[in-house]
């Protein structure tokens, strides 16, 4: 079946611009997550989202940063007012649900939107 | 905070070497805890993962991995890699009532 999917792939922005990057998750799947991937800094956890209950928004670097899941399905990360170290590649990433059991569901990744900020 | 730790930023080996990639975390309690594999120009994938029972686990492409609990670590193992494992390697960690914390991941090359 169809995986996470994610748009634009790549995406050249000048500094102080706002970019929106989209996600469209694995279908049935009811926890989405946002990750941010630089350069030798591993995978930065930014927010996910679970079902109705509130997204958990604890790792957003800053209020430019805002993301938001429409009818369950299709995430938007929007960064307002883009800074040069915002550059990096962002991953979206799916799971079936968040945890049964205590047993994590394994998480599905999307190819990434890579960001440049001019 | 949890953290995630993995000791090698680069690994280079030769084909049919043997291989060994660290992974330590901090958090005590009940944890799961996963190897997530990124091929050149691939997407992040699932290599093996530990919830529960036998420590000694077995992913796909012939790697494995060692939960140890008392010394916090989840290594990932190969008897026998191929030029065909270079990679980057993360290990990942989910507490039983938090969110998955990813290490800084480990790129490894093979030469044929």
């Known amino acids: 079946g169809a995986g996470v999917s994610q748009s634009p792939s790549n995406k050249v922005t000048e500094k102080g611009k706002d970019v929106e990057l989209r996600c469209d998750p694995i279908?049935?799947?009811?926890?989405l997550y946002w990750y941010r991937q630089s350069l030798g800094q591993g995978l930065e956890f930014l927010i996910y989202?679970?079902?109705?209950?509130?997204?958990?928004k604890s790792g957003l670097p800053s209020d430019r940063f805002s993301a938001e899941r429409t009818g369950g399905s299709v995430s938007t990360l929007t960064i307002q007012r883009t800074q040069q170290e915002d550059s990096a590649v962002y991953l979206c990433?799916?799971?079936?649900?968040?945890?049964?059991?205590?047993?994590?569901?394994?998480?599905?990744f999307g190819p990434g939107t890579r960001l440049t900020v001019t | 905070a949890q953290s995630v730790s993995q000791h090698n930023h680069h690994v280079i080996l030769s084909e049919a070497a043997s291989l060994e990639l660290g992974c330590n975390y901090s958090?005590?309690?009940?944890?799961?805890l996963f190897w997530y594999v990124q091929y050149p120009g691939q997407h992040l994938q699932l290599l093996l993962k530990?919830?529960?029972?036998?420590?000694l686990v077995k992913g796909i492409k012939g790697f494995e991995a060692e939960f140890i609990k008392s010394k916090f670590s989840f290594n990932l193992r190969k008897p026998s890699v191929q030029w065909s494992d270079t990679a980057e390697y993360f290990c990942?960690?989910?507490?039983?009532?938090?969110?998955?914390?990813f290490g800084q991941g480990t790129i490894l090359t093979v030469h044929p």
């Open positions: 958090y005590g309690g009940t944890v799961n």
């Open positions: 989202f679970q079902g109705n209950s509130a997204p958990d």
């Open positions: 990433a799916s799971s079936l649900a968040l945890a049964s059991g205590g047993a994590a569901y394994e998480q599905y």
């Open positions: 530990y919830f529960s029972g036998d420590p």
């Open positions: 990942a960690v989910k507490p039983f009532y938090g969110k998955l914390t």
């Open positions: 279908s049935g799947h009811t926890a």
